[in-house]
T-cell receptor, first 114, second 110 residues
Framework: NAGVTQTPKFRVLKTGQSMTLLCAQD?????MYWYRQDPGMGLRLIHYSVGEGTTAKGEVPDGYNVSRLKKQNFLLGLESAAPSQTSVYFCATAWVPSGSYEQYFGPGTRLTVT | DQQVKQNSPSLSVQEGRISILNCDYTNSMFDYFLWYKKYPAEGPTFLIS?????DKNEDGRFTVFLNKSAKHLSLHIVPSQPGDSAVYFC?????????FGAGTRLTVKP
């Protein structure tokens, strides 16, 4: 039972390059989220999904795209990376119908854009 | 705009004493509040939560208090232990939005 996993753990990109971050969960949760964490800013929601095939924008969606083709996977894409996207990215899942908004987080991906 | 604020970036307490972490929010639509704990190089882990219909929730050494009129919540840790040293994030949620504070780094000294 791996919980929430993220791939890769670290990545260095050059400005303009593209990449995809993968989040996988084995908890059978409907809701999945992508956050970024920056110093002094806490976690900010990029995009989220309330179920397979659905996605929605969060607080800071610009420059990112997402897809949820399978319930257990949530992909975050950067089409043309910028230095402002240097951050630590966290994926999270939640079983909202339980009545709680408790989220389960992955270990994070540290991305540096030079 | 920061809808959830943790005004103390850091807090240092002695082992065995009480730790009090504070959080303020601005959006009255939030109906669920949570505290997460984060160690370095790990993702945040859920600690305790409270619904807006309650004013207190207790779980072992951890108690969360909610003052809706003041739009303020606090986390009390009694007694504090060195293993509690971490960054604590408060979060506020409605149906589809979760907003986090910037975090408070708690250091518990032996």
């Amino acid at each position: 039972n791996a919980g929430v996993t993220q791939t890769p753990k670290f990545r260095v990109l050059k400005t303009g390059q593209s990449m995809t971050l993968l989040c996988a969960q084995d908890m059978n949760h409907e809701y999945m989220y992508w956050y970024r964490q920056d110093p002094g800013m806490g976690l900010r929601l990029i995009h989220y999904s309330v179920g397979e095939g659905t996605t929605a924008k969060g607080e800071v969606p610009d420059g990112y795209n997402v897809s949820r083709l399978k319930k257990q996977n949530f992909l975050l894409g950067l089409e043309s990376a910028a230095p402002s996207q240097t951050s630590v990215y966290f994926c999270a899942t939640a079983w909202v119908p339980s009545g709680s908004y408790e989220q389960y987080f992955g270990p994070g991906t540290r991305l540096t854009v030079t | 705009d920061q809808q959830v604020k943790q005004n103390s970036p850091s807090l240092s307490v002695q082992e065995g004493r009480i730790s009090i972490l504070n959080c303020d929010y601005t959006n009255s639509m939030f109906d669920y509040f949570l505290w997460y704990k984060k160690y370095p190089a790990e993702g945040p882990t859920f600690l305790i939560s409270i619904s807006s219909i309650k004013d207190k929730n207790e779980d072992g050494r951890f108690t969360v208090f909610l003052n809706k009129s003041a739009k303020h919540l606090s986390l009390h840790i009694v007694p504090s232990q060195p293993g509690d040293s971490a960054v604590y994030f408060c979060a506020a949620s409605d149906a589809n939005d979760m907003r986090f504070g910037a975090g408070t780094r708690l250091t518990v000294k032996p």
